[in-house]
Structure formats: structure tokens, C-alpha cells
């Protein structure tokens, strides 16, 4: 799966950091979003630990992740969902944007 491929791959989000909406998101819209409330969201007030992506991002940039990155699959209303490695899969594609040969990076699996 390319970054550009990822960008575009819708998750079961259509809710993330205080953005609320009816339509799920993709990753690219997901990621967006992160950059905008990340920088206001305190750790403290971070109950779903959303600021983790930073940490994924540090962690894959920095050669520290050791295994493939898996996003699982799942079907709703008839639309293939990414359900879960959301936040691993947004750090993923801000490395990329950041210029960060996907070589260097984990290998994307995608899990049914």
C-alpha cells in the first residue's frame, strides 16, 4: 500500500480529538486533524491517548519500531473500514509527509 494509497483509506473514525462528523474519515483527513488539535491538546486532557502518534512518529523515524505495521480490516454497512492501527497508520503517513522513505520505515500489512 503506497502513503498516497493510506491518505485515502477510510478508518471507523468519524469522531477524532473534538472534530465530530456523520462520514467516516481517512487517514489524510485524520491526520489533519491531529495537526491541528495536537498543538493545543494538553497530555492531561488526552483521554483516548490520541497524542501517541507523536510517539509512534519518534519511534518509526527514529528505526525503534521493530515490527510491520498491521491495520485490521472490518466491514460496515457494506464499507471496508480500516478498525484498528489507526493512530500507528496516521504516524506512518506523517513520516512519509515529513520525507521519510517509506523504506525506512515499517512494512504496511493490512489484517482481515
Not at 16 to 24: K, P, S
Amino acid at each position: 500500500m503506497s502513503s498516497e494509497e493510506l491518505a485515502d483509506t477510510p478508518t471507523l473514525f468519524n469522531s477524532f480529538m473534538g472534530y465530530v462528523d456523520r462520514r467516516y474519515k481517512t487517514f489524510g483527513q485524520l491526520l489533519a486533524i491531529y495537526r491541528e488539535r495536537s498543538t493545543v491538546l494538553q497530555p492531561a486532557e488526552d483521554q483516548a491517548n490520541d497524542l501517541r502518534v507523536d510517539r509512534f512518529m519518534r519511534d518509526m523515524a527514529g528505526n525503534r519500531w521493530t515490527s510491520d505495521l498491521i491495520l485490521r480490516i472490518g466491514v460496515f454497512d457494506g464499507t471496508v473500514l480500516v478498525i484498528d492501527g489507526i493512530h500507528r497508520g496516521m504516524a506512518y503517513l506523517a513520516c512519509v509527509d515529513a520525507g521519510i522513505s517509506p523504506d525506512r520505515l515499517p512494512r504496511l500489512q493490512v489484517a482481515c
